[in-house]
T-cell receptor
Framework: DVKVTQSSRYLVKRTGEKVFLECVQD?????MFWYRQDPGLGLRLIYF???????EKGDIPEGYSVSREKKERFSLILESASTNQTSMYLC??????????????FGPGTRLTVT | LAKTTQPISMDSYEGQEVNITCSHN???????ITWYQQFPSQGPRFIIQ???TKVTNEVASLFIPADRKSSTLSLPRVSLSDTAVYYC??????????????FGQGTELSVKP
């Protein structure tokens, strides 16, 4: 079974702190994703990586950066946390599907609270 | 701007068939339609995916009309354990070539005994 793990289930940080969220997948997937999930808004893509050291902005990249130094690990960085970044953060991975199809496997999520 | 729209909530009873429709008027040629199920305190889990017409697997069916501007997830004979939030996703993995991944806001399905 594919396993996607996230470094923390719950995290509380102060405004202005630098925050690292880490994600590890064990299925040698090429693609990795970071989403945030907010009530009434569904999941919104922050960043996407299709290979080591490669990244693409999603719909809401402002205030975030990412790092992918190894294939299995994808980190989300909040350079200076703000209260409007309080949210559930979900990591996912997928293989390169046939054509443009794919199935994403999600981690359990990190509930981040910024005070 | 591409938008994926689905009902906020639905109620059903055990043993009934449930159909959840997603609207995606601006779907692109390369986009697939995927449905995910999410339980509290868990990440979403893949249910089914399709491009056009009808797809069926052991847990659900997905109906996509010829114009692909909408899709319907069909859950046969639901049980209490199907109570969850269901998300429609429209997009492709060609994100590095201008593709998009657009999730709907989720449909909270409540199955009652």
């Amino acid at each position: 079974d594919v396993k996607v793990t996230q470094s923390s289930r719950y995290l509380v940080k102060r405004t202005g702190e630098k925050v690292f969220l880490e994600c590890v997948q064990d299925m040698d997937h090429e693609n990795m994703f970071w989403y945030r999930q907010d009530p009434g808004l569904g999941l919104r893509l922050i960043y996407f990586s299709y290979d080591v050291k490669m990244k693409e902005k999603g719909d809401i990249p402002e205030g975030y950066s990412v790092s992918r130094e190894k294939k299995e690990r994808f980190s989300l960085i909040l350079e200076s946390a703000s209260t409007n970044q309080t949210s559930m953060y979900l990591c996912a991975s997928s293989s390169v599907g046939q054509g443009t199809s794919y199935e994403q496997y999600f981690g359990p999520g990190t509930r981040l609270t910024v005070t | 701007l591409a938008k994926t729209t689905q009902p906020i909530s639905m109620d059903s009873y055990e043993g009934q068939e449930v159909n959840i429709t997603c609207s995606h008027n601006n779907i692109a040629t390369n986009d697939y339609i995927t449905w995910y199920q999410q339980f509290p305190s868990q990440g979403p889990r893949f249910i089914i995916q399709g491009y056009k017409t009808k797809v069926t697997n052991e847990v659900a069916s997905l109906f996509i009309p010829a114009d692909r501007k909408s899709s319907t997830l069909s859950l046969p004979r639901v049980s209490l354990s199907d109570t969850a939030v269901y998300y429609c996703l429209v997009g492709s993995t060609s994100l590095n070539q201008g593709g998009k991944l657009i999730f709907g806001q989720g449909t909270e399905l409540s199955v009652k005994p």
